[in-house]
């Protein structure tokens, strides 16, 4: 069964520097997306970011960008210029690329609680 | 678009009383899933539906939790009897397809005393 595992429960950054959050995976499968999400305090969640396990090229989106390292299973998200609203629960997680079958569900790690300090 | 919608945003009820939790996806999407957020076990799936026919409902805790989607635009979860340890926020997220991101609702934060 895959697993994902966020091994820093509380992280906490000055605003406009930078913070890498942590995630390892595992998983025996040689295709998969990767994702990390936002949940702020209004518990919505919203998608930061997503990965494809065949891109070798690391997704990067404005601020966000992620340290994909496929043979380790780790994927890890690096925030530039930390901003106030960047102040939530991330979490990591993983699905399967299947092309039929019963899975497709996300498996999600424990979160991380990022503070932004003005 | 509306984007994922739920109902209600927020319950709160007594042990042995009926829940439903209600969810219309973004039409079109094709995935419905039902998830359950605990601080002591993270986010979990619950059920979820292709096509609104119920694929893997291994999720489930026990018979007291009953999942269905009458139709494309629809969902509901129910809890009969509640407990205290049902308590939880409960997400209905949906996708367009096997290629795509999830896009989740707001959640139903329950609270059954």
């Known amino acids: 069964a895959q697993t994902v595992t966020q091994s820093q429960p509380e992280m906490s950054v000055q605003e406009a520097e930078t913070v890498t959050l942590s995630c390892t995976y595992d998983?025996?499968?040689?295709?998969?997306?990767l994702f990390w999400y936002k949940q702020p305090p209004s518990r919505q969640m919203i998608l930061v970011i997503r990965q494809e396990a065949y891109k070798q090229q690391n997704a990067t989106e404005n601020r966000f960008s992620v340290n994909f390292q496929k043979a380790a299973k780790s994927f890890s998200l690096k925030i530039s210029d930390s901003q106030l609203g960047d102040a939530a629960m991330y979490f990591c997680?993983?699905?399967?690329?299947?092309?039929?079958?019963?899975?497709?569900?996300?498996?999600f790690g424990k979160g991380t609680k990022l503070s932004v300090k003005p | 678009d509306a984007g994922v919608i739920q109902s209600p945003r927020h319950e709160v009820t007594e042990m042995g009383q009926e829940v439903t939790l209600r969810c219309k996806p973004i039409?079109?999407?094709?995935?419905l899933f039902w998830y359950r957020q605990t601080m002591m076990r993270g986010l979990e799936l619950l059920i979820y539906?292709?096509?609104?026919?119920?694929?893997?409902d291994s999720g489930m805790p026990e018979d007291r939790f009953s999942a269905k989607m009458p139709n494309a635009s629809f969902s509901t979860l129910k809890i009969q009897p509640s407990e205290p340890r049902d308590s939880a926020v409960y997400f209905c997220?949906?996708?367009?397809?096997?290629?795509?991101?999830?896009?989740f609702g707001p959640g139903t934060r329950l609270t059954v005393t």
């Open positions: 039409s079109g999407h094709d995935y």
């Open positions: 997680a993983y699905r399967r690329m299947n092309y039929g079958g019963s899975q497709g569900n996300l498996i």
């Open positions: 539906f292709n096509n609104n026919v119920p694929i893997d």
């Open positions: 998983t025996s499968e040689s295709d998969y997306y």
């Open positions: 997220a949906s996708r367009p397809g096997l290629l795509y991101e999830q896009y």
